[in-house]
């Protein structure tokens, strides 16, 4: 069983990877052997480098700064890539931004740069991975989408729509970059409780209703979130591409529980 995953050497590309799901998928990679670059922003201060608890993979994981709104930001952070850890050959699309606010009250301003780096800095870190990877090996784009991208909600408007782009992109990289040997699938997660939304849970009532609403009766951990990202970079999964996995505890599966009916009844 020794490498079935096949990632065992491979260098991973994590963006948003200090983040909630981003640290948790960088972790499930070194977990089976890979190596990961981990790409986000600099922060305030010093530049950031690898966390503490992932010190025991060594030289497995190295961190670079990058704006994944910037275009040469990104062609920098993949050009160091090269020399830190190797040629990639995974890609996982991860950083995002939310911003809730209702359309009717939406900045365009503030929405233009969600935009930029919520389906911006994914097409632009594929663009970078396609030229940095080496093209005789087998190559994989994950892109982390959202079940917004396909079910509407209020105040999220702006967020939802880069999130149907995501899935749409998704699809175009599959069927352009396929011919090449890239792999393009996407995941949508559905509750995490992660930095991103943490907001939401802060108050113990809206975590229960939250878990209320979830078939599996609760939110998903970022390991659950990883397992299905490292299943898609796979050898396991070297005939899926353009598929969307849906890693949700089936909430996007309830639709159909809202209509009352009169048997329910008493
Ligand atoms: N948490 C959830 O419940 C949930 C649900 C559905 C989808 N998602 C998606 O999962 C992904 C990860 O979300 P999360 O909850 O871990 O968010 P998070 O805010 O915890 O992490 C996002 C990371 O992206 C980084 N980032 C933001 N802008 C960047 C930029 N311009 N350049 C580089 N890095 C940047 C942030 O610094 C942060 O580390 C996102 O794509 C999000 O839309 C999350």
Redesign the pocket.
């Known amino acids: 069983m020794t490498n079935w995953l096949g990632l065992s050497g491979r260098t991973c590309i994590v963006?948003?990877?200090?983040?909630?799901?981003?640290l948790a998928i960088t972790e499930a990679f070194l977990e089976v052997g890979a190596r990961v670059l981990m790409?986000?922003?600099p922060g305030e201060g010093p530049a950031p480098g690898v966390p503490q608890t992932l010190a025991r993979f060594d030289d497995d994981v190295a961190f670079a700064p990058?704006?994944?709104?910037d275009c040469a930001s990104v062609v920098e952070a993949f050009a160091n890539c090269q020399t830190l850890l190797g040629a990639p050959a995974v890609l996982v699309n991860?950083?995002?931004?939310?911003g809730p606010a209702p359309l009717s009250d939406l900045d365009l301003e503030v929405w233009q740069t969600q935009m930029n780096?919520?389906v911006g800095?994914y097409l632009r870190c594929a663009q970078a991975f396609r030229l940095a990877r080496d093209s005789a090996e087998p190559g994989a784009i994950i892109n982390?989408?959202?079940?917004?991208g396909r079910n509407a909600q209020p105040n999220s408007g702006g967020?939802a729509m880069g999130?149907a782009a995501i899935l749409m992109l998704n699809q175009q990289l599959a069927v352009e970059w396929g011919p090449e040997g890239i792999r393009s699938n996407s995941v949508?997660?559905?509750?995490?409780?992660?930095?991103?939304?943490e907001r939401f849970y802060e108050d113990p009532q809206d975590l229960r209703h939250r878990e209320e609403v979830v078939p599996m009766r609760r939110i998903g951990k970022g390991q659950e979130l990883a397992e299905a990202v490292v299943y898609l970079a796979s050898q396991r999964a070297s005939y899926v591409n353009g598929a969307e996995l849906i890693v949700d505890g089936g909430f996007s599966q309830t639709l159909m529980g809202h209509i009352p009916r009169s048997y329910q009844k008493g």
């Open positions: 963006t948003g990877a200090r983040g909630g799901l981003g790409l986000d922003l990058v704006n994944v709104g991860n950083a995002a931004l939310s780096v919520n800095g982390i989408a959202s079940i917004a967020y999130k949508s997660p559905g509750l995490f409780r992660t930095p991103l939304t």
